[in-house]
């Protein structure tokens, strides 16, 4: 796969300029939030994670490779909503009705709950709350020189990218969802994640905080 090139790309020097929120205050925001996120949802995680194991045969928690802050890779906590080695059967994208997705993933899925595991990476350090949508090393390893910004802060559980494609599965479709990823999909999110960097602030996090949970609800 050819690298995708960034049309009129916006990282500046705006996009590394350090910050006191950038550098040390979004860190503990995301400590305290995700102390704070476990402790009202640790019950719903409990009984999720029991639905899943009696839903179907496998383990509890999918934990894919995914490429961080600075290209290190880390293994990304998320309630498994697919088959056991769903990337072995099929491609690392999941298309729209999925035939690997389980009973019980569609709607985990749909609602966004597969994600909530992932306050113990923000805990780890390995994750934001806000930032890039981690991605596959695939795709990562490709990335151009524009491109490699986005390798500069911590992903995160939700950004521009997973507001703007909220139906990633419907978009891709079911014929050939990998292709469609990646020709149509990843430039596209790769832009939204590059404009994330340059204007990465303590009210741009709010801002996405409090669009992601309007646009889960509306869901």
């Known amino acids: 796969m050819e690298p995708h090139p960034v049309e009129n790309p916006i990282f500046t020097r705006e996009a590394s ?16 939030l995700a102390l704070i ?17 009696l839903d179907s045969k496998g383990p509890v928690f999918y934990r894919g490779i995914r490429t961080g802050l600075n290209g290190k890779r880390f ?29 019980i993933g569609g709607f985990l899925r749909r609602f966004k709950l597969d994600e909530l595991p992932q306050l113990l990476n923000v805990l780890r350090g390995d994750m934001s709350f806000v930032g ?5 090393t695939e795709y990562t390893d490709q990335y151009n020189s524009n491109e490699k910004v986005i390798l500069s802060v911590r992903p995160g559980i939700t950004d521009y990218a997973s507001l703007e494609f909220i139906q990633l599965g419907k978009i891709c479709g079911n014929e050939d969802a990998d292709r469609v990823y990646e020709t149509q999909v990843l430039p596209k ?3 939204l994640r590059i404009q994330y960097t340059q204007k990465l602030s303590f009210t741009e996090d709010v801002k996405i905080i409090t669009r992601t949970v309007f646009n889960v609800f509306k869901q």
């Open 17 to 32: 300029k350090p910050s006191i929120y950038r550098n040390y205050l979004k860190r503990i925001f995301d400590i305290t």
């Open 189 to 191: 999110k790769n832009q």
């Open 75 to 103: 293994k990304i906590f998320k309630f498994r909503t697919m088959v056991p080695n769903a990337e072995k059967v099929g491609g690392g994208t999941t298309a729209d009705h999925d035939p690997r997705i389980t009973r």
């Open 132 to 136: 890039p949508r981690p991605e596959l």
């Open 37 to 53: 996120g476990l402790l009202l949802v640790g019950p719903i995680i409990l009984l999720l994670a029991c639905w899943v194991k």
